[in-house]
């Protein structure tokens, strides 16, 4: 049957179904994409969703349906983080549908990604906040200032039209997942769903109707990746990192313990040993790559994406997985700097940054072509370049106030409320090392009832897992770095998979 045909048979489905109940909207769903000529193995979806006193903020999202089964399979958001990184660097370089091949002057070839999480969940990637990414507003004051809260309470207005839009999918095991900085996007969301579902509950109740306004939100559990949670645990977790992974001798360790007290993160009062210390281990480990220690690092000084063919092919080659893409060496968009600790109040900007230091270690250029290319953003039912800007892969033009602290007891009241949490971890990413992610799931006092072990991918040990009660799992991926499933792409689809199914990983 050829594509036509199926596109055909698709969309009289669609028009049947909308005549029925209202479903997923048909001006969303994407038929082609510049760079691939196959036939998509699922559902995908594209555009704007209006949310906001005057709908003036449009965040944009990319759906793309379970290739297994849509109908029954869970639905799962996944955020980037930054503050400020488009959810496309997830679809591009981590674990979307496509694997991207870079060609030399030519726009990217997309092939069938095998480790794509759509083979086993519907997944939503979403520009949040409001600027980010594709994302836009009427008000560009909505746009320059952003915060957690705010972050939060946006995205959850986002889900409540999406699953309006998408109705077919309200009963759908639902998940809400993302690394990094969605370390706090991730359980201040979740706590806005768990709200929002008691209050629409409560509401029904008592004013005794069954029509329900707001949609229910199928709400399961989540999964946060090398994600920032807490400043004391972030911050004491890159000391005892260094060492374990033998990046610092013994006796640096020992005068940084015996200084600072085993205390290395104080905000107050740090002893003048104790920073030199710091200043010391910060000294032994700026030739690495902070997303990767194992990989390699681009340390020439210029930053323009132009003099990227003037380094040496051995480089380039650096870093090959089974992926087509090689793993990122530089990045032009924001990065954090040693230590990741995130604090309250405004969050430094990239450009900021980089005055202290130097080149990440990434490279955004697949992703940054391809979403600027006029005839792509045509396609995935984005604004043209002219009307709402250049696609970054993390933006500079967001002010981001980190304003709700800790997450540490968001978290225990999410899975003390029955929600079930994933914790993972690459264990050789430097920026927020699994020494933190171990200690602070830890802390929690629930009792270990899935003691430290290996867990298995292709027969292999593929990591570590301890799982707490109250369905709380902290889990490593031996090997990888801070974008996990970049890195590993097998072995995160295998856990991913496991994780949502509900079975032991
Ligand atoms: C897609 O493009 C590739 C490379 O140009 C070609 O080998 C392949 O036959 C094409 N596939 C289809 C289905 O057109
Ligand atoms: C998907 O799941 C539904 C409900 O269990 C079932 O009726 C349907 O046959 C399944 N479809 C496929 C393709 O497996
Ligand atoms: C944009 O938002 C700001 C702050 O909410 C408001 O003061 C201003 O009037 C708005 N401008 C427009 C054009 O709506
Ligand atoms: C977060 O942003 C919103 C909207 O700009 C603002 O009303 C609120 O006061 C901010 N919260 C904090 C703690 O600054
Ligand atoms: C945790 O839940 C309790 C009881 O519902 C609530 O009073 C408290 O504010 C919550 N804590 C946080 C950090 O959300
Ligand atoms: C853990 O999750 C499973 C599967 O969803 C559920 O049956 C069980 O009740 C949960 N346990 C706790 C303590 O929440």
Not at 35 to 40: A, D, H, K, P, Q
Not at 74 to 97: A, I, K, Q, T
Not at 430 to 443: D, F, K
Request: positive net charge; proline residues 6%.
């Amino acid at each position: 049957m050829g594509w036509l045909v199926k596109a055909l048979a698709a969309s009289i489905l669609l028009c049947l179904c909308f005549a029925i109940t209202e479903s997923a909207p048909k001006s969303a769903l994407v038929t082609k994409l510049p760079g691939f000529n196959g036939t998509f193995p699922s559902k995908h979806y594209a555009g704007y969703v209006a949310i906001g006193k005057d709908r003036r903020k449009n965040l944009w999202y990319y759906f793309v349906e379970s290739e297994r089964n849509a109908s029954t399979d869970p639905v799962v958001l996944w955020l980037n983080g930054g503050p400020g990184c488009s959810s496309m660097d997830g679809f591009v370089y981590e674990h979307g549908p496509f694997n991207f091949e870079q060609k030399k002057r030519n726009a990217p070839l997309l092939h069938l990604n095998p480790y794509s999480w759509s083979k086993v969940s519907n997944i939503i990637y979403l520009d949040s906040p409001v600027g980010v990414g594709l994302s836009y507003s009427k008000n560009q004051s909505d746009i320059y200032r952003s915060n957690d809260t705010k972050t939060a309470s946006d995205t959850h207005a986002f889900l409540l039209e999406w699953f309006k839009m998408f109705p077919e999918f309200q009963s759908n095991p639902f998940f809400i997942s993302g690394e990094s900085y969605a370390g706090i996007y991730v359980p201040t969301l979740a706590s806005e769903v768990a709200k929002g579902n008691k209050n629409v509950m409560i509401t029904n109740k008592r004013h005794k109707t069954k029509k329900v306004t707001k949609p229910v939100i199928n709400f399961k559990g989540y999964l946060v990746g090398n994600g920032v949670t807490d400043p004391v645990f972030d911050g004491n977790a890159l000391i005892p990192f260094t060492h374990g992974m033998g990046l610092i001798s013994d006796e640096l360790y020992a005068e940084t313990k015996a200084a600072c007290k085993g205390k290395y993160f104080d905000d107050e009062n740090p002893s003048l040993e104790c920073t030199k210390n710091k200043i010391k281990v910060s000294r032994e480990v700026s030739l690495l790559n902070i997303y990767n220690i194992l990989e390699p690092c681009y340390h020439g000084t210029s930053l323009s994406s132009s003099d990227i063919g003037s380094l040496p092919k051995s480089l380039l080659n650096l870093g090959k997985t089974e992926k087509p893409l090689p793993v990122r060496k530089r990045m032009f968009g924001r990065a954090w700097p040693l230590g990741a600790v995130v604090r309250p109040g405004i969050v430094p900007s990239w450009s900021q940054l980089l005055a202290d230091t130097g080149t990440p270690c990434v490279d955004d250029r697949v992703a940054t072509a391809w979403l600027n290319d006029p005839a792509v953003r045509k396609a995935v039912h984005a604004k043209e370049e002219k009307e709402i800007g250049r696609w970054m892969l993390c933006t500079d033009h967001l002010e981001y106030e980190h304003d709700t602290g800790s997450m540490i007891e968001l978290h225990r009241n999410l899975t003390l409320s029955g929600y079930r949490a994933l914790i993972f971890s690459g264990d050789h990413d430097m920026c927020v090392p699994y020494t933190g992610s171990e200690a602070w799931t830890r802390s929690m006092g629930y009792k270990v009832v899935d003691e430290w072990r290996a867990w298995i991918s292709n027969g292999q040990a593929a990591g570590y897992v301890q799982g707490y009660a109250n369905n709380l799992t902290f889990l490593t991926i031996k090997g990888s770095g801070h974008t996990v499933p970049e890195y590993k792409p097998r072995e995160a689809l295998d856990f991913y998979s496991r994780f949502l199914a509900g079975e032991k990983i």
